[in-house]
Nanobody, 113 residues
């Protein structure tokens, strides 16, 4: 079954860190653009970060310098390292493979002040 499975969400304090992982199956991962999105209650889903197959990264301004996206093609996994977390980072985080219109089920991140 073609799917993306996220893990690593949870509860963190403001200023803390979490690392999200997304494992892909049955897609040509090494050639895939991969991205992380998030959606807070009552808000639209927004792009947080993306990484090309060549490793070029892009971030939304609000996480620049705090979050880092990376990938391990041998493990078909994309990561989102989140440091200096803020309460406004609280959201459900989704892994996305745009070329295949594929979404993960989401993992919740909650940051307490």
């Amino acid at each position: 079954q073609v799917q993306l499975v996220e893990s690593g969400g949870g509860l963190a304090q403001s200023g803390g860190s979490l690392r999200l992982s997304c494992v892909a199956s049955k897609i040509p991962f090494s050639v895939s653009l991969m991205a992380w999105y998030r959606q807070a209650p009552g808000k639209q889903r927004e792009l947080v970060a993306s990484i090309t197959r060549g490793g070029t990264t892009n971030y939304v301004d609000s996480v620049q310098g705090r979050f880092s996206i990376s990938r391990d093609d041998s493990k078909k996994t994309v990561y989102l390292q989140m440091n200096s977390l803020l309460p406004e980072d609280t959201a459900a985080y989704y892994c996305h493979a745009p070329q295949f219109d594929l979404w993960g089920q989401g993992t919740q991140v909650t940051v307490s002040s």
